[in-house]
């Protein structure tokens, strides 16, 4: 047997097989991978693995990527050894093909917007994206139009172009327009007229070179223009043929391809120029194409698909015309016109009616299977159609960009070429065009333009060939290359008047002359020009049918196969009428659906021949040959089953009547009788051995379901299945067999799976599989569903005893899911109603397409981000949280509203309504209008609509509140906690009572929740979701947390979830990365991904929030709360409402009113936040008043004005790179920068004075509140001053040195009045400072500990060293505290706020050294916790005063009240005298940073500072004064984010020019010191090293290092430039000397160079350096020096470096005479290479290299001073610049002018 089997494949044998147990397969059936033979055995031995096949007796690779006709994958297929792989171009995701799960992945899916639908009908073009109900919407713009012929777009360019004429018949058409107009995918805008008298009846677009192009219906034309209209440029004439019908571009190809329905029906391919063109399928070669009216082009794969509406086939082929093959035949595509492609599928519509309606027909592009078809809502004929989507028009580099055609630049395979419009020529260059003025003429016949014919007639070269005779003689059509041969002979030189004479076989002759094929005529079809081909003369008399046709309404022959078949195949279906009566004879049956007659014998085989298996349908169960019916007659099983000591059927008759068989041997079994072999025996061994040893291989049935105790036997199968998959509803075996027999009716089961259990009802209602989408009712065998008010009920039936779909409530209406991205948007994505369905599967998903919401208001300038958002729907309002602002925003941290536009396009009127509140989750309720919100104070909060009453509603047990849910209607509020040991996820009614927990981790070693971060409430079920992003999974259960159970675990599937809704049968979930994800809402199958896109299709920022919109989520219902139930708010709560008040505020026993009661309150400060709290009554939360967004605060830099209700504070960004000191009102708003300096250390308010103190390292400043004026009033060398104090009814600061310990001095910085009043260690860090006046204490902090201080001490005592009064554990770091009332000591620690009774403490202190303790056996005061919710560390509290805090009896007097100082007036004390209340204040006036004091006055300023001082910091440009003691900067921006290399000064024109940059191109830039403002100037250079200002004639030199040049240059505009000197070696600065005219250098080997100003005098060496035996060569940046000149002396000065064995670097300021060229060593610094170098009124002012520290060496004294000690100031410059009595360029300018005048 296996002998003749494998002869019977080897010769192609081409009948039946037989299996092993005789029965019978087809040759094709044999290992084809399906088992055919009952036995199985058509697919074992000879088979080779999948993926190959049998060659000469080998298995050898089956390539699947080059199998003719085949197309496995949707666009680019790699063939692998037994395998293949696919792949997909960018913008699309390779998967399964939808409904196909265990299908590989071939599937290209599309990315971003689902496609849309276009269509032309008449004169309008209609859209919808629904593809599967089309329901056609009319788009406006087009009614000028008449009849649209065709129409395409450019998806980028937003534009759509169509050609219409004044009437609907293509050929008869007179007046036919190209059109183009915007679209906005919902109308067309601005449409315009761009091209008229044109013959279109088709339209492809190049959208890469954005070029249109057209075919002509009756002259045989290709054309291409622009996009405008312009330069139209016919490409093919008439040697395409005529009856053009369709045209498609490839732009990445560089190709265009045409379809021709004329006498030699074709499909044509040239290059995008039009040049080489040829054919690639043409009847007249032999090739089946009759009628190709559609066609389309498949840019990812390079294919090209089209339709033939004769022979009703459709076809594909690759660019070369290879791999044609055939797709699908004998379906509608008869009256096929227009043909569009979009993933796997083809589309195309009809030109006629079929079926009473037009419809649209769709396939698979791969195979042509999957076919249905959809009737359109329309009235009129379909002309045009597209699919519209943007990756259908893949992007690709344009070769046309930059080239120099005149006229057109048209693309082509390998580039581009030029083409000239019609009526010009491209001449020989190729580029340009030359106009044709008739160069071809009798007299004049240019070879190189022209031809001539036969009769000495001059034509266009062009015509040639051409498809249309131009010469009289014909003569321009002969001799043609192949491929163009003229199609009909000149009617001129006719000899009869036959119309067939003139055209060839096959063809007919239309009256016009005009050869078309045959078939043609008579077919319904207008083909000739002039409609002769359809005359009723021609068509009554030739249209006789044979007997074996039958004529279609007169006009068509149709063979008798097609009558009554099913398929309209007539145009006007006449085929199908009358076909009541059977038309299949008595030996065939007639399918139900399709009518089509099958053989009688195919009736109930067990196999499907009808289309619709209708053969099958009511068929009794008949059993094969090979199987025994069971008694009963409902199942079959093997025949080998009989008798075999095993029950197969359910009701054992198998078993009957069974003879005795004789016993097999010990060690053996008897097999299964098959075939009449009764009596076998085999060893036990032979039994399920994987190997066939009985007859018909019965040793090895059932094998499988011995290996597991809970497996049975399929009957008549070898399949096992388990004991719970009988009767359950779905076919297992693969025979169906377990579902046959002894299954209870649906409705019913047996609740143990006991077939001697009686079937009862099952209640349906209680399954967790979402029986019923809402409301279930169980009934007897069966149970209804129904729907909440706003949605409709979609399928509540049950059939066959199997679920056919879940029992779905449907929302009417569109739902719109909504995100928030990053940074200020939201996006929004339509889903149409009907399609929430579509998400269970990849089909018709929109799959991106999410589009903005426009926003307007004061959030649209806020550049805000939101956290999270609600809706208030049938309100029209949306609510958000902001989160964090941007450095340039001036708006903080709030909740904001705006007003909702329709279908979610737009949001009108932002606006804030509680500010500086830093909400997480928010929630609406809709119903009684009021907002819920988690704060990250760690609490849960309400506010009304309006923002005016804010109320804390759960404030304790809580550490990190993640998302919170409401349902107004039960009044409920539900929540979770993500925090670490506080995870839970609770409830309580909507005034925050009746609190608890649902679910917590109790359990640490198995937590049941650990980070709920998203929560949901499915409203209609009551029941309650939520997500786990620590335990992974979604979970569900009851609002009182029973009946929980988990949908689903899927780690693969939930990433890090942040964001849930529910929504219809659907959970959607938004993950950290931003995607939106969705499953079933009852078992958590059908997952999908939404991929987060823009319509554009490029993928959107990061954000987090998600909502569904649609009205049901949102249900209406009465209002628990009215405006006149309560004074301030109304909560509702169930079965009612409760009265609250807003934080701060009580709620008075009438239960209706409110008082305010935050008398006493502090502020704390954190990095973060300032925050406002109660203390007395403590109040829930801490009230945020501001929040620095990319600024932090550090250590005691801030200070309360309670006078004023000002908060100062003092701000650093993350990088340093701005500090200022700002203040704000108590509620947050006005924010506004005070002063633009640095503060390291304290503010303090003098409240007395009005001004303000603050320190810094070493130097403590003060200004007026506003800033207006400040100053530096102290410097103290080597002191860290961390902390300040104010006390202006004494007239003193205190300050607190790190490291030193408690100062004093006079308010006004007297240095004289500064003492040390507590002395401290190396390592102490005191600060805190405050006072209680009332007992004269000071109290401060040290580390962990506080210490007070009496203050009545006499100056001349000894500085204490006070023991401290609270010690707190070591691990405690005390950094601020304050007086509270008059009994308490308040501070801040870690993330506390603690408080003790000091004046309690300090009795005790005092009874102390009488061994007396406090009665708790403390020997300090107890410690009270006042808060512990505080997240960040705190540094700073100020508590307001209970009592008023200004100063008793005299020391109220304000000395400054009465003053007569010009700027700033301060409090001074007499030093030396206790303090006392007999102590007189007096006062001081100051002055404003860097100026002094008038001479001999002790109240006004000076008008100007006389000397200053310029420098480049780290980075910038600072100025600073030297009329006074301190180096503050007083000028300049004090920020810059460069280095400046150098600089110099124009002293007259107060400005500074500088220079910076990077390797190789530095820039030139001049400041304007007075207001900030920087120009920069067209120069660089390759190294800026060195420059000088020369102030007499306004120019400025330059130092090129790199390329060793000096330049000058105008500093009046245009800023003319000029070298002047050339070739230097490595020069480093420069120095002019104007009175001389001469200017200097020096070079790096520290020779100093001259010449004229110039450069026109030879070059003078000024100094000539010659090495010692000791020096060593330095490197260039150890070369800095730099020069300046003492022009009083005429001596030139500069700092050199030397490095000297054994010594190292010496520093050096050296100089010499101009005059007598003498050179002398100034200054000479061991160990400190110097960087720059100035000089003001005699004295040398210079800096070191290495930490930038300033000196001073006096020019008398002749000692050197070191002024600063930071490492900020490297070179220096001064306004030492002596004016000269006249300017010698202005009287050459005046010699000039007389000159000419």
């Not at 030029?418 to 071809?440: A, V, W």
Request: proline fraction near 4%; charge should be negative; charged fraction near 25%.
């Amino acid at each position: 047997m296996i002998v003749f089997i494998l002869l019977l494949v080897r010769a192609g044998y081409p009948y039946n097989l037989y299996c092993d147990n005789s029965d019978q397969v087809t040759h094709d059936q044999w290992c084809d991978g399906s088992y055919d033979c009952a036995d199985r055995s058509d697919e074992k031995s000879l088979c080779c693995v999948a993926g190959k096949h049998r060659v000469d007796g080998e298995c050898e690779d089956i390539d699947e990527c080059s199998r003719a006709g085949s197309l496995v994958c949707s666009q680019h297929c790699h063939n692998t050894d037994g395998s293949f792989g696919c792949s997909c171009d960018p913008g699309f995701s390779l998967n399964q093909k939808p409904h196909i799960p265990d299908e590989r992945e071939t599937y290209c899916k599309a990315l971003g917007d689902d496609p849309v639908f276009l269509t032309s009908i008449d004169n309008k073009i209609m859209r919808t994206s629904d593809l599967q109900s089309f329901d056609l919407v009319s788009m406006v713009g087009v009614e000028d139009s008449h009849h649209i012929y065709d129409f395409d777009y450019d998806y980028q360019s937003n534009l759509l172009f169509w050609c219409s004429g004044d009437t609907q018949d293509l050929q008869s058409a007179m007046h036919k327009n190209l059109w183009k107009a915007s679209y906005d995918n919902s109308q067309l805008i601005e449409a315009a007229k761009i091209a008229d008298g044109i013959d279109c009846v088709s339209i492809a677009v190049d959208w890469i070179n954005k070029k249109v192009y057209w075919v002509t219906a009756n002259s045989g034309q290709l054309v291409a223009s622009n996009y405008d209209g312009t330069n139209q440029a016919t490409l093919l004439w008439r040697n395409v043929g005529w009856n053009l019908r369709a045209v498609a571009v490839s732009p990445k190809s560089g190709y265009i391809f045409w379809s021709n329905c004329g006498a030699d029906p074709h499909i044509g391919r040239a290059n995008m120029d039009g040049s080489h063109p040829t054919f690639l399928i043409k009847e007249s070669e032999g090739d089946q194409i009759m009628e190709p009216t559609a066609m389309t082009v498949d840019q990812n794969t390079n294919h090209l698909y089209w339709i033939d509406a004769h022979y009703r086939t459709l076809h594909i082929m690759d660019f070369n015309g290879n791999d044609f093959s055939l797709q699908r035949s004998n379906i509608h595509m008869i009256s096929a016109w227009r043909m569009s492609l979009f993933e796997d599928s083809v589309y195309w519509v009809d030109s006629v009616m079929s079926e009473g309606a037009y419809r649209m027909h769709h396939a698979s592009k791969l195979t042509g299977d999957d076919y249905y078809d959809t009737s359109l809502e329309i009235e009129a004929q379909i002309s045009g159609f597209r699919m519209y989507h943007q990756l259908l028009q893949p992007a690709h580099s344009n070769a046309c960009t930059g080239n120099k055609c005149q006229h057109l630049c048209l693309l082509t395979p390998t580039g581009y070429a030029c083409q000239c419009n019609n009526g010009y020529l491209l001449i020989d260059d190729e580029r340009s065009c030359r106009k044709l003025d008739s160069p071809c003429t009798a007299n004049s016949c240019d070879p190189r333009y022209c031809i001539m014919c036969g009769t000495g007639d001059c034509i266009l070269s062009k015509l040639k060939c051409d498809g249309d005779i131009d010469c009289y003689d014909g003569t321009d059509e002969q001799n043609c290359p192949y491929g163009f041969q003229e199609i009909f002979t000149p009617m001129s030189l006719a000899t009869t008047t036959d119309h067939h004479s003139n055209c060839m076989a096959r063809e007919f002759q239309c009256l016009s002359g005009r050869c078309i094929s045959e078939k043609m005529k008579c077919d319904g079809t207008v083909d000739c020009d002039d409609s002769s081909d359809e005359d009723p003369r021609f068509c009554v008399v030739n249209n006789q049918c044979n007997r074996e046709d039958f004529l279609c309404d007169g006009t068509k022959c149709l063979s008798l196969e097609k009558r009554c078949d099913g398929t309209r195949d007539c145009l006007d279906g006449t085929d199908e009428l009358n076909c009541d009566g059977p038309q299949c004879s008595d030996s065939q049956f007639t399918c139900s659906q399709s009518r089509q007659c099958i053989d009688g014998s195919r009736r109930c085989d067990r196999n499907n021949d009808c289309p619709d298996g209708s053969d099958e349908f009511s068929c009794p169960l008949v059993c094969r040959e090979t199987e025994f019916s069971c008694d009963n007659e409902q199942h079959c099983v093997l025949l080998s089953s009989k008798c075999d000591g095993a029950a197969d059927c359910r009701d054992g008759s198998d078993e009957r009547d069974c003879a005795k068989t004789p016993l097999c041997p010990e060690g053996q079994r008897k097999c299964s009788p098959t075939h009449g072999d009764d009596d076998v025996c085999r060893p036990e061994s032979d039994f399920c051995n994987n190997v066939d040893d009985c007859p018909g291989g019965t040793d090895e049935i059932g094998c499988d379901c011995q290996k597991e105790p809970d497996m049975i036997p399929c009957p008549g199968s070898r399949d096992c299945i388990r004991k719970d998959q009988w009767c359950d509803r779905t076919p297992d075996c693969d025979n169906s067999a377990d579902e046959r027999e002894g299954c209870c009716p649906h409705g019913f089961h047996r609740p143990n799976q006991n077939l001697l259990e009686e079937c009862v009802d099952e209640n349906e209602c209680d399954r967790q599989d979402g029986v019923c989408s809402q409301h279930c009712a169980n009934t007897e065998g069966g149970f209804t569903c129904s729907c909440d008010e706003g949605y409709d009920l979609v399928d509540t039936t049950k059939q066959n005893g199997v679920f056919s779909s879940l029992s779905y409530c449907r929302a009417r209406g569109d739902m719109n899911i909504v995100i928030t991205v990053r940074a200020d948007s939201l996006y929004h994505l339509n889903v149409p109603s009907g399609s929430g369905e579509a998400f269970d599967s990849d089909t018709a998903r929109s799959s991106g397409n999410f589009k903005s919401v426009t926003m307007s208001g004061e959030y649209e300038k806020s550049k805000l981000l939101m956290a999270d958002f609600d809706f208030d729907i049938r309100n029209k309002k949306l609510f958000w949280c902001s989160t964090k602002h941007y450095a340039d925003s001036t708006y903080e941290r709030a909740i904001w509203v705006a007003d909702l536009g329709d279908n979610l396009e737009t949001l009108k009127n932002s606006k804030m309504i509680v500010n500086n509140i830093n909400c997480d989750s928010m929630a609406v309720d809709w119903i009684n209008k009021l907002v819920y919100f988690t704060s990250d104070t760690n609490s849960i909060e309400v506010v009304d609509y309006e923002g005016q009453n804010r109320r804390a509603l759960i404030w304790t047990g809580l550490s990190a509140p993640r998302a919170i849910e409401l349902d107004p209607e039960a009044g409920l509020l539900f929540y979770t906690d993500w925090g670490q040991t506080t995870a839970h996820l609770g409830r309580s009614n909507m005034d925050g009572a009746d609190r608890r927990s649902l679910i917590n981790n109790t359990s640490t070693n198995d937590p049941q929740i650990k980070w709920p971060n998203a929560l949901t409430i499915d409203h209609p079920n009551k029941n309650l979701y939520w997500m786990d992003a620590g335990v992974k999974s979604i979970e569900c259960m009851r609002y009182d947390g029973s009946a929980r159970y988990t949908i689903s675990n899927k780690d693969s599937a939930l990433g890090f979830p942040w964001r849930m809704r529910v929504f219809q049968d659907r959970v959607y979930w938004r993950e950290r990365d931003g995607e939106v994800k969705s499953a079933n809402k009852f078992t958590g199958n059908q997952f999908v991904t939404e991929r987060v896109v823009s319509a554009l299709g490029e993928k959107l920022a990061v954000g987090m929030g998600l909502r569904i919109y649609h009205p049901v989520i949102q249900p209406e219902s009465t209002p628990r709360c009215r405006p006149d139930l309560c004074q301030k708010l109304c909560l509702p709560i169930p079965n009612g409402y409760q009265c609250a008040c807003p934080t701060g505020h009580s709620l008075l026993p009438d239960n209706f009113n409110c008082a305010y009661k935050m008398e006493n309150f502090a502020f704390v400060a954190t990095k973060e936040m300032i925050v406002k709290t109660a203390l007395e009554p403590l109040e829930p939360v801490l009230q945020p008043i501001m929040f620095k967004e990319n600024k932090y605060m550090e250590g005691t830099f801030w200070s309360v004005d309670f006078h004023e209700n000002w908060v100062y504070y003092n701000t650093i960004s993350e990088n340093i790179s701005q500090i200022s000191i700002r203040r704000m009102l108590f509620d947050g708003s006005d924010s506004k920068v005070v002063v633009n300096e640095k503060s390291d250390g304290g503010l303090s308010i003098d409240w007395l004075n009005e001004k303000i103190y603050w320190s810094s390292f070493e130097t403590v400043s003060v200004g007026e509140l506003d800033g207006s004026v400040h100053t530096t009033l102290l410097q103290k060398e080597g002191f860290d001053f961390r902390d300040i104090l104010v006390d202006p009814c004494n007239g003193y600061i205190y300050l607190a040195a790190l490291g030193r310990g408690i100062y004093r001095c006079s308010m006004d910085g007297d240095i004289s009045s500064f003492v040390e009043i507590v002395r401290l260690g190396e390592d102490s860090m005191p600060s805190g400072l405050t006072l209680d006046r009332d007992i004269g204490a000071l109290f401060f902090a040290n580390m962990n500990s506080i210490y007070k201080l009496k203050l009545k001490l006499k100056l001349r005592d000894s500085p204490p060293v006070p023991e401290p009064i609270i010690n707190r554990p070591e691990r405690v770091n005390i950094n601020s505290l304050d007086v509270w009332g008059r009994d308490w000591i308040i501070w801040t620690e870690n993330y506390n706020i603690s408080a003790t009774d000091y004046k309690y403490e300090k009795r005790d202190r005092l009874v102390a050294r009488e061994k007396i303790v406090h009665k708790n056996g403390d020997e300090e005061p107890p410690v009270q916790i006042i808060r512990e919710d505080i997240k960040k560390d705190t540094f700073g509290i100020k508590v307001s005063p209970k009592r008023d805090s200004g100063c008793s009896n005299h020391l109220a007097a304000n000395p400054c009240s009465e003053n007569q100082c010009s700027h700033m007036c301060l409090q001074s004390q007499v030093e030396g005298l206790e303090m006392h209340p007999d102590n007189q204040k007096k006062y001081r006036c100051v002055c404003p940073t860097g100026y002094a004091l008038k001479e001999n006055s002790t109240t006004q300023c000076a008008d100007e500072i006389a000397q200053y001082l310029v420098y480049n910091p780290d980075s910038g440009i600072q100025t600073v004064s030297l009329d006074t003691n301190f180096l503050t900067p007083i000028k300049g921006p004090p920020n810059m984010s460069f280095k400046v290399t150098t600089f110099d000064i124009d002293a007259k024109n107060n400005l500074v020019y500088y220079c910076y940059g990077y390797p190789n191109k530095y820039e030139v830039r001049g400041l304007f010191d007075e207001t900030g403002n920087v120009t920069s100037l067209p120069i660089y250079t390759s190294r800026c090293s060195g420059m000088s200002v020369e102030w007499v004639t306004n120019k400025l030199y330059i130092v090129d290092t790199t390329g060793g040049l000096i330049l000058v240059v105008n500093l009046d505009k245009p800023y003319l430039t000029k070298s002047i000197v050339h070739a230097l070696n490595n020069p480093l600065d420069i120095v002019v000397h104007p009175r001389k005219g001469k200017i200097y250098w020096i070079l790096e080997s520290h020779s100093i160079m001259s010449t004229n100003m110039d450069g026109t005098d030879l070059i003078e060496t000024i100094v000539s350096v010659n090495k010692g035996p000791e020096d060593q060569t330095l490197t260039l940046d150890d070369s800095t020096t730099q020069m300046f000149i003492d022009f009083t002396t005429d001596h030139l000065y500069w700092t050199e470096n030397v490095h000297k064995r054994g010594t190292g670097f010496i520093g050096l300021i050296k100089r010499v005479d101009l005059n007598t060229k003498q050179v002398e060593t100034v200054l000479e610094m061991l160990q400190e290479p110097l960087a720059g170098a100035t000089m003001i009124n005699n004295n040398i002012y210079f800096t070191d290299l290495a930490e930038g520290r300033l000196y001073r060496k006096d020019g008398a004294a002749n000692g050197t001073f070191l002024l600063t000690t930071s490492s900020e100031s490297f070179l220096l410059s001064s306004q030492s610049q002596p004016q000269l009595l006249e300017n010698p360029c202005e009287r050459i300018m005046e010699a000039v002018l007389i000159s000419v005048s």
